[in-house]
C-alpha cells in the first residue's frame, strides 16, 4: 500500500485570457499522449528534464494516471573506483479531470521525490506556462489539508454524523503509552485513559494476526446522529488515543460525505496534506503487460485496476462549480 496526498487543481482566470470555457480541454490536451507535454525545472545548463508516461481510464477518459520519473545520481564502485550511476525511480500522480473536477493525487514516494509538493511545483510550472502562453489564463496545483480540529467539523455536522472511524498506527506499545502521558499535562476536556491498556492489548493481538484494522464507533440505534459525546468513557479513551498517535479520525456522514480531522488545533497538525491509501500494485497494471509473479495481466485484471482508481478519485473528489471558479478568479 502506498500513501496519495490529495491536491487540487485551480485556473487563474486572466482580463486577456481567450477559451475560458474551454480550459479543461486544453488542460486534458496537454496529456494526450506521451509527447503532448515536456516537464523540466532550469533552463540551459541547469535544465532538468522529467520523464513521464500517461495512461487515460478507459472506463473514465477524463482521469489520467501518469508515472513520473526522476534521474537521480547514486553512488556506486566500478573497478575499485568510486562512481556514478543514474537511476530513475518514478512515483504515480492520478488527475481527474473530468468535467468541474479538480482532483490531483500524488503518491509519497521519498526514493523518487523528497515531498509532493516538489512533483506539484514541477507539474504547476510547466503547465502553467503552456496554458498561459496557449491561452491566456493560469494554472496551479494546490494541496488540500486535513480539517485540523475534529470537533469543530462534528458539531458542524451534528443532525448527519453518522459514525467515527480511527485509524491503526505502526506506532509500538511504549510509544503510545509515552504519548498519552504527555497528554496528560494538557488538560484536555475529553483526556481518559482508564482503558487504554485493554484497547493497546487488543491492537497488538490485532498487529500479531496479521490483521488490517480500525475502529468504527456508530450509534447502537441505526438511523440515530452521532452526536458530539465526551461523557463517554470508550469515547474517551478512542479520542485521547488518536490525539496520542497523531492521525488523523475519518467523520462519516449519512449521506456518504467523509471528513478527515485531527482531534486538536496543535500548530504541528496545521500542515498536514490529506492522504489516502492505495494499492498501487492496480497502477502498476495499466502500464505493464505482466503481473509481478510473472503472469499475464488480463483484460478484467485492468478493469480492475480502473475501477480501484475510480473509486479513489470519487473519494478524494474537489469539485468546482465554473461561476464559483470565475468569481475566485
Known sequence: MSRFAQYYAKYKHDAGCYDWEQRQ????????????????????????????????????PG??????????????????????????????????NRDNLRTVAIQKRKKA????????????????QQLFKDHCYGFDILPDYYPVDLFKV????????????????????????????????????????????SLLDVLHAQKQAKYKGHYTVMPEQKKAALYVD?????????????????EPVELVTNDGGTFRCFIDNDEDNTDKIVSFEFN???????????????????????LKA???????????????????EEQAA
Open 230 to 246: 465526551k461523557s463517554s468513557v470508550f469515547m474517551r479513551n478512542l479520542l485521547t488515543f488518536a490525539d496520542a498517535i497523531d
Open 154 to 197: 462534528w458539531e458542524r455536522q451534528q443532525e448527519h454524523a453518522q459514525s467515527l472511524r480511527f485509524g491503526v498506527p505502526e506506532m509500538d506499545r511504549d510509544e503510545i503509552l509515552r504519548k498519552i502521558e504527555e497528554l496528560r499535562s494538557k488538560n484536555r476536556d475529553y483526556f481518559d485513559d482508564s482503558i487504554m491498556g
Open 280 to 302: 498501487e500494485n492496480f497502477l502498476e497494471m495499466l502500464f505493464k503487460s505482466r503481473k509481478k509473479d510473472g503472469s499475464k495481466i488480463e483484460p478484467e485484471d485492468r
Open 25 to 60: 480541454s486544453a488542460f486534458g490536451a496537454l496529456f494526450e499522449n506521451d509527447e503532448s507535454i515536456e516537464f523540466y525545472m532550469g533552463e540551459a545548463e541547469t535544465r532538468k528534464v522529467y520523464k513521464h508516461r500517461v495512461y487515460h481510464l478507459n472506463t473514465a
Open 113 to 128: 521525490f523528497s515531498n509532493t509538493r516538489q512533483v506539484a511545483k514541477i507539474l504547476s510550472f510547466v503547465i502553467d
Open 63 to 96: 482521469i489520467i494516471v501518469m508515472r513520473f520519473a526522476n534521474d537521480i545520481d547514486i553512488p556506486v564502485e566500478r573497478d575499485f573506483e568510486p562512481a556514478m550511476a543514474k537511476d530513475e525511480p518514478s512515483c504515480f500522480v492520478i488527475i481527474d
Open 306 to 324: 480502473e475501477e480501484e482508481v475510480l473509486e479513489l478519485m470519487n473519494n478524494m473528489k474537489h469539485e468546482v462549480e465554473d461561476s464559483e
